[in-house]
């Protein structure tokens, strides 16, 4: 079972700046395909940035040009950098790693709301 402490998340005014991170244990993080989700209420879950062992990245539509995601290995940490933050981005971010088909292992969440 993964190990999941996130952090970063918060209150922040339309066009600012946060930094999410999760740290995860319990797995050898670097040989693991990992990333984030969001959930705004009354919506479904939606992929928002995904990471994979060898560095590679994907990102939603909406979030390409403001959002930067990354991993350090040695601390076993990913990160989402959030620029340019518009009150659409508002909901709970979830951090996730991916040990095999289908199997998920999701972090407790952080909320971000995006408000002046």
């Known amino acids: 079972q993964v190990q999941f402490v996130e952090s970063g998340g918060g209150l922040v005014q339309p066009g600012g700046s946060l930094r999410l991170s999760c740290a995860a244990s319990?797995?050898?993080?670097?040989?693991?395909?990992m990333g984030w989700y969001r959930q705004a209420d009354g919506k479904p879950r939606e992929l928002v940035a995904g990471?994979?062992?060898?560095?590679?990245?994907n990102y939603a539509d909406s979030v390409k040009g403001r959002f930067t995601i990354s991993r350090d290995n040695a601390k076993n940490t990913m990160y989402l950098q959030m620029k340019s933050l518009k009150p659409e981005d508002t909901a709970v971010y979830y951090c996730?790693?991916?040990?095999?088909?289908?199997?998920?292992?999701w972090g407790q969440g952080t909320q971000v709301t995006v408000s002046s």
């Open positions: 990471i994979n062992r060898i560095g590679g990245t």
């Open positions: 319990r797995i050898i993080f670097r040989l693991y395909d």
């Open positions: 996730y790693v991916r040990l095999g088909v289908g199997d998920f292992n």
